[in-house]
Each structure stands twice: as C-alpha cells, then as structure tokens.
Nanobody, 118 residues
Framework: QVQVQESGGGLVQAGGSLRLSCAAS???????????MGWYRQAPGKQRELVAV???????NYADSVKGRFTISRGSAKNTVYLQMNSLKPEDTAIYYC?????????WGQGTQVTVSS
C-alpha cells in the first residue's frame, strides 16, 4: 500500500504565493516504481480537475488555467512532489489533492485547502 499526505495549504491574498508538498510513503518497492505524481483540485460545486502532473521521466503537463503561474516538481528522493503556486487568483480557491499513479493503481491524499482572497 502507498500512503499519500499533502501539506502547505492555507489562506493567501490574490497575487500571493503558496507551495504545496506531497509525500508518498509505504512499500519501498512501490514507491520506487511510481509512474506519475500530480495535483488535482476541486472547488465547491465543481468537478475535480487536473492542475499539473509530472512523470517519472520529468515530463510535465499543466491545466491551461495555471500555465505560467504554477510549477510542479519532484523531490530528489522521488517520493515527494511539490506545487509552487504564484500569482494566485480567487478562482484558484479549492481543495488540492495529490495523486500517485503506480501501474494500474491510483492513490489519493486527503487534500489540503487553498483559499485565495480578493
């Protein structure tokens, strides 16, 4: 099994920055064979949507709404992923979830709240 834990959410004014962290723990074998790590978000009354993902090879993909403002990166230990969020807007307010993909299996964290005030 793989456990996923996010941290770093909070309240920030529009134009500010936050950095989210996600750490995967559990079976070393499973950790080392992670394929994709990513961030998703869900605003009240809306469906969960992709924010950014990064593969084990370092390829990244971003939602159009965050391109140029958010940066996803993986830690050197390969079991962590970060989301640097700059120039935050009120519409970025949501619960942000970390997702780990290993083969056919998905693992989700509990989410961390990000609130951007205008």
């Amino acid at each position: 099994q793989v456990q996923v834990q996010e941290s770093g959410g909070g309240l920030v004014q529009a134009g500010g920055s936050l950095r989210l962290s996600c750490a995967a723990s559990g079976s070393i074998f499973k950790i080392l064979s992670i394929n994709v790590m990513g961030w998703y978000r869900q605003a009240p009354g809306k469906q969960r949507e992709l924010v950014a993902v990064i593969t084990s090879g370092g390829s990244t993909n971003y939602a159009d709404s965050v391109k140029g403002r958010f940066t996803i990166s993986r830690g050197s230990a390969k079991n962590t992923v970060y989301l640097q969020m700059n120039s935050l807007k009120p519409e970025d307010t949501a619960i942000y979830y970390c997702k780990i993909v290993r083969g056919p299996d998905d693992y989700w964290g509990q989410g961390t709240q990000v609130t951007v005030s205008s």
